[in-house]
């Protein structure tokens, strides 16, 4: 089993960046593809990024592609989510969740879910 603990959120403006982490518990971090999605408040939960266990394959969602880049560092249990030029409509509850699936983008095909962080951006 693995646990998820996101951190990094706040209040920003539009324009500025934020860098969200998620630490991850257990031995086996390495093994599992991660994912990072959004939920605005009224909204469906969306996908966002997603890496693989190596983190040499990324995918983004249109929304985000090349604003956000997300990474990972397995020997620090760690999913990061660099997110640049943030604009209001990026204002959502971030969560990181881990998954069997590489390059899944659907919120089924992840199996752990971290509480979330929140991210406002205001204009």
């Known amino acids: 089993q693995v646990q998820l603990v996101e951190s990094g959120g706040g209040l920003v403006q539009a324009g500025d960046s934020l860098r969200l982490s998620c630490a991850a518990s257990?031995?086996?971090?390495?093994?599992?593809?991660m994912g990072w999605f959004r939920q605005g408040t009224g909204k469906e939960r969306e996908f966002v990024a997603t890496i693989s266990r190596s983190g040499g394959f990324t995918y983004y969602a249109d929304s985000v592609k090349g604003r956000f880049t997300i990474s990972r560092d397995n020997a620090k249990n760690t999913v990061y989510l660099q997110m640049n030029s943030l604009k209001p409509e990026d204002t959502a509850v971030y969560y990181c969740a881990a998954g069997p699936v590489v390059g899944a983008i659907s919120s089924r095909n992840y199996d752990y879910w971290g509480q979330g962080t929140q991210v406002t951006v205001s204009s």
């Open positions: 257990g031995r086996t971090f390495s093994s599992y593809a």
